[in-house]
């Protein structure tokens, strides 16, 4: 950095106007040399973003979504370690906009996908019936996983050969191992915890059958994201010249997860476990059958299969469509909807 101006203390920050200042200064510390600020040019060749797409952001018109919010912290200079106060500043920003933008809105920074939920939400379901306990709950929590501090037990969908996807992947499997691995000062990954984990359990009886679960440790993300166990299931596989593809049989990944979590609650005190629209992703499985063949499998298991204390299962929606292909889905099974909680 080549300029000695103090850093912006990111616990200031309220108001999309608080971010744009907070931007400038920023870019007024990476600037180069010859520069007032770091570019927006500049800024597009760090982030890969199409310049009159971060212009809108760091003027403050508009709220980048939270992927790409991060990318341009680190474009800028803000380490790693020093995520977690602007990560919380952006919830703050999120949660007290008077009107959100239309989350589902394509955007080139997500390479084509719908944009990530601002904000984050829980909308609960209760199983109606005698058969069923009145702490019996299947769960929509929206939004960005790595603000998920709710769940016990985080599922990963995993391809066959059980090898976690690169950190720089668009992926729940990135993320995961991303987020779970330890830095250094700089951010730079020095144990790849998650991952070896995997590795050395999986160690020569690779490729998995489909629907095979593996549990490891969380990693760093036990104390970030309160994470006791990650559930790896193999919800899809690889196909040559055909890239990843959803496993035929998603109800029965659904069925092994459960069955897994419910060993862990006996043993460890698990009571949630959160469950990503498996095989929906980069394997391209449709959303709307997929979701309803993963609530279908949930309801089978507290019906027939539920024998611990496992209570709240939580689906991932992270994009609007999700999110309301998962109400939909729930709100015409047997459950009875509580009032969402933020």
Known sequence: MTHAERPPDPSRLHTLDDLAQAFTRLRRREARKGQVQLSVRDLSARTNKAPSTLDAYLRGTRLPPADVY???LRALGVRVADL???????ERIADG???????SRVTAQSGGKPALL???QTFLYRLTGEQYRADTFVGVITGDIRRVRVADVWVNSENTDMRMSRFEEYSISAIIRFEGAKHDDAGQVVEDSIAEELARKVSGRVPVAPGSVVTTGPGDLAGRNRVRHVIHVAAVRGEPGEGYRQV??????????LVEAERLA??????SVLIPLLGTGVAGGRLEPTVRTMVESIVDHFTYHHEGDLRVVYLLASTEPEREVCRAVLGAGPFAASSPSH
């Open 118 to 120: 601002h904000l984050s």
């Open 97 to 103: 906009r008077p009107a959100r933008q239309p989350p």
């Open 266 to 271: 006996a043993v460890d005190s698990v009571r």
């Open 70 to 72: 991060e990318d341009l």
């Open 248 to 257: 035929p049989d998603i109800g029965r990944c659904v069925s092994n997860v």
């Open 84 to 90: 977690r106060p602007w990560l919380d500043a952006w």
